[in-house]
């Protein structure tokens, strides 16, 4: 009995498989023609067109008869010119670059898609339609986990889920939301593939839920197309999306400092007050961020006023100035909703630059603010009405801006925009408001780095330098909860800056210690802007000393590690690797895919933030294949296993990868300050480690084509462990403006555990002391701490390389 109910067990597993794997018995294949690297078929319902991108993506477009598609707004690359083959049979056609393949199977008609020889997935039905709803089907490997889907607190793997796909506001959520700010028709493989769609209408995303193994893209319009990118490994699968869909460029050096927010600051008096509280109580800042009162006196009624309150704000032009003089950078808040109550209704009517109706007239409705139009964003002459004032208000001295509510926060379906309905194009609005900024920025202030924060965009969002936050997140301990997930899921969709706001936004609980862990978090995270509501301070100068000398600290480890952070910007602008980076990327171990209790910062440091009240230890996974010690008492830990590590309030768990190297610099108080003549070189040695490595990467912090132009530099870091260490330090100059002529490093080697009398700088050797207080005299020279167990170096670096071996 067992073995005939094994054989029908086996016989409904192959008959289901083949349900699963099923192919458009409808769609006839036609004709096939390729040309200037573009597959062409023609089949019985429309066209469809196969065009690579690079040897790792493509896209694939679907076009019904006689119906122009609509633009692509996530692609950016130009078609790939590289070697393509192409191959006609009688039963089926196979295009390929030399790493990503697409096999057509005329009939029945089918897509499948193979990376590097391996089998990723095929299309069930491909395109389809009927008379409400268009999409895509495609049948899913059944162990695969799938991440993405835009910003959602839903836990890492999003298939079992049906997600809609519309930026909306979700105000105070907590560890579950499945509908947020930003949305994505994107999902990524377990498998190291990534599908999108192009696509920016309402519609929804059906990841195995009504199926199991069948992946359904819906949408009410727009363009009918999705794309491709694979990999072998996780940064390869980063670097080709990002490749296709756009990079980020590098923010100003500032926006990686303390920048204080809140709902808002009410007055020209109060922000010049809160700056010098933080001067005042020696916590470094960069940034202050005005909310809407900077344009009306209450919440409501003055939305699309877009111009100073100069009964609160009596001076704005001489508080930028007194602002800058102190280093802080201001941002001004702007939202792209027009109350008929303000002062830009009547003009922004009589040039219609607003959605309409049917009629033509501006579309009028209520929401929370007010008696509202909206811009139309899409329209060339609102673009250039809107830039103009963010253009005049650049001039006069703000620094960096904030676009709020651009989902749009209400967006009723049937406003019609310049470029179709407001359902056809929804998701489509944050992407093309910023992007509005950032062409603005490129014509009139070419050399500037924009800082544009927006909560709402699209697929390649990020070349547009947009900064997206989290929303207004629970200030409750479910709300710190969901913020790692959110980070990682956003991260390896693009958005490598997704941030939340420290310390929590809606609702008045306060509680020192999630105030504290947040903010702790916040140091290992891409953005650290302090938010809320007004109910409890989000500025730590107006909190007890007990927690503020807390955070104080932390702070000053974020300015302390600026050159580690910076670095970091820069390879995400040049490669697409995310800050914030989930564990498998390091330990290809599926159960690792749902695991947000730890993540790693860049390549060094893996950071597991505490999120609970009251606990005592917490237990954290170390990646295998190397390593850890702990950062601050320095324990050594191997990889490949669960560790439970004891907690208190003054710190969370940090720990840093054998073999890497951190650069830090003396602390300072804002970002003005920045130099890295003096600069702090930790290497954390191992001896099962035999080569570690890093790199600094420096320009003048504020010049927006610093990497186009040569102005910049990069110093490699070596260390070789062949029975005696060997660092080599290896800088590539060019000239900027502030760039240190010559460097003076302290080099700290961790966990040197060796009896080494001298070394060799350079081409001089120096005998190791036991004082490193005395070394503090010296330009050069070694000094061994054998309490610390840590050596340290102290030498001058210029334009050439320097070798330093220990003995």
Not at 513 to 528: A, D, K, N, S
């Amino acid at each position: 009995m067992i073995n005939r109910a094994s054989s029908i067990l086996t016989i409904l597993i192959l008959l289901v498989s083949s349900l699963i794997t099923a192919q458009n018995e409808i769609r006839q294949f036609s004709s096939a023609s390729f040309n200037n690297n573009k597959l062409t078929i023609q089949v019985s319902d429309g066209t469809i067109i196969l065009t690579p991108y690079s040897d790792s993506n493509l896209e694939v477009l679907f076009l019904e008869d006689s119906i122009a598609p609509f633009p692509a707004n996530a692609i950016i690359s130009k078609p790939y010119n590289g070697k393509i083959t192409y191959k006609e049979t009688e039963d089926q056609l196979k295009l390929s670059t030399n790493k990503l393949t697409a096999i057509i199977t005329k009939q029945p008609f089918n897509i499948s898609y193979y990376q590097s020889g391996e089998y990723l997935f095929s299309e069930e039905d491909g395109y389809f339609a009927n008379d409400s709803i268009s999409g895509f089907r495609f049948n899913l490997n059944q162990t695969e986990h799938l991440f993405g889907a835009g910003e959602r607190a839903l836990g890492m793997n999003r298939r079992g889920h049906r997600l809609q796909l519309y930026n909306r506001a979700s105000y105070g959520y907590e560890t579950y939301a499945e509908l947020m700010y930003y949305s994505m028709p994107l999902v990524i493989s377990s498998e190291k593939y990534m599908l999108g769609f192009d696509n920016g209408a309402s519609g929804w995303l059906d990841i195995g839920k009504t199926e199991p193994d069948i992946l359904q893209f819906e949408c009410a319009g727009g363009r009918k197309s999705y794309f491709v990118v694979a990999s072998d490994t996780w940064e390869g699968l980063m670097s080709n999306f990002t490749e296709l869909t756009g990079r980020q460029p590098m923010l100003p050096r500032w926006a990686l400092g303390n920048i204080s927010s809140r709902m808002g600051y009410h007055s020209q008096h109060e922000v010049e007050s809160v700056i010098d509280k933080y001067a005042e109580d020696n916590i470094p800042l960069d940034g202050i961020v005005l909310d809407l009162y900077w344009f009306g006196p209450d919440v409501q009624g003055h939305m699309g006023n877009l111009e100073w309150d100069r009964d609160s704000f009596p001076e704005p032009e001489l508080m930028l100035k007194r602002n800058k003089e102190k280093g802080i950078k201001t941002v001004l808040i702007t939202e792209p909703f027009i109350l008929k109550s303000s002062g830009k209704y009547q003009e922004c009517a009589e040039q219609e630059l607003l959605g309409t109706t049917t009629d033509g007239e501006p579309y009028i409705f209520d929401f929370f603010f007010g008696t509202t139009a909206l811009l139309d964003i899409f329209k060339p002459e609102a673009q250039e009405w809107f830039w103009n004032i963010y253009k005049k208000h650049t001039l006069s001295g703000v620094d960096g801006w904030w676009g709020d509510l651009g989902e749009p926060e209400v967006h009723p379906d049937d406003l019609l925009h310049v470029n179709g309905r407001a359902d056809e194009v929804h998701n489509l609005y944050g992407h093309e408001w910023a992007k509005v900024i950032y062409n603005g920025f490129e014509k009139d202030f070419p050399e500037r780095r924009p800082v544009t924060l927006m909560r709402a965009g699209f697929i390649g969002s990020q070349r547009y330098g947009m900064i997206p936050w989290s929303g207004d997140v629970s200030r409750s301990w479910g709300g710190l909860q969901s913020q790692v997930e959110i980070s990682l899921q956003m991260g390896m969709q693009g958005l490598a800056y997704m941030h939340s706001d420290l310390g929590g936004f809606a609702g008045d609980y306060r509680d020192d210690e999630l105030y504290t862990r947040w903010l702790q978090y916040g140091v290992f995270q891409p953005v650290y802007r302090t938010h809320a509501q007004e109910d409890v301070p989000p500025e730590p100068v107006f909190w007890p000393d007990s927690t503020k000398n807390i955070v104080r600290e932390f702070i000053n480890l974020r300015y302390q590690l600026l050159p580690y952070n910076y670095s970091l910007m820069h390879e995400n602008s040049t490669t697409g690797m995310p800050m914030m980076r989930p564990l498998f990327f390091n330990d290809d171990n599926p159960e690792l895919f749902d695991y947000t209790g730890a993540y790693t910062w860049g390549e060094s440091f893996l950071v597991a933030p505490v999120i609970e009240k009251g606990i005592k230890s917490q237990s954290v996974y170390l990646p295998s294949d190397y390593v850890w010690y702990d950062f601050f008492n320095g324990n050594r830990y191997e990889g490949g296993q669960t560790i439970e590590v004891n907690v208190d309030i003054k710190t969370i768990p940090v720990f840093v990868r054998a073999g890497s190297f951190i650069p830090m610099i003396p602390l300072i108080q804002n970002t003005e300050e920045y130099s890295s003549e003096k600069l702090i070189l930790h290497y954390y040695h191992d001896e099962t480690v035999l080569h570690g490595n890093g790199y600094l990467y420096d320009d003048d912090g504020n010049s927006k084509n610093s990497l186009a132009s040569n102005q910049s530099e990069t110093i490699a870091f070596d260390c070789y462990n062949k029975g005696q260490l060997t660092f080599k330090l290896s800088p590539e100059q060019n000239q900027y403006e502030g760039m240190p002529e010559e460097r003076h490093i302290e080099l700290v080697v961790h966990n040197f555990n060796r009896s080494t009398k001298h070394i060799t700088i350079g081409d001089t050797k120096y005998k190791v002391g036991k004082s490193p207080a005395k070394l503090k005299k010296y330009d050069e020279g070694a000094a061994y701490n054998k309490e610390t167990g840590q050596l340290l170096i102290k030498f001058t670096l210029d334009n050439t390389a320097k070798t330093i071996i220990t003995e």
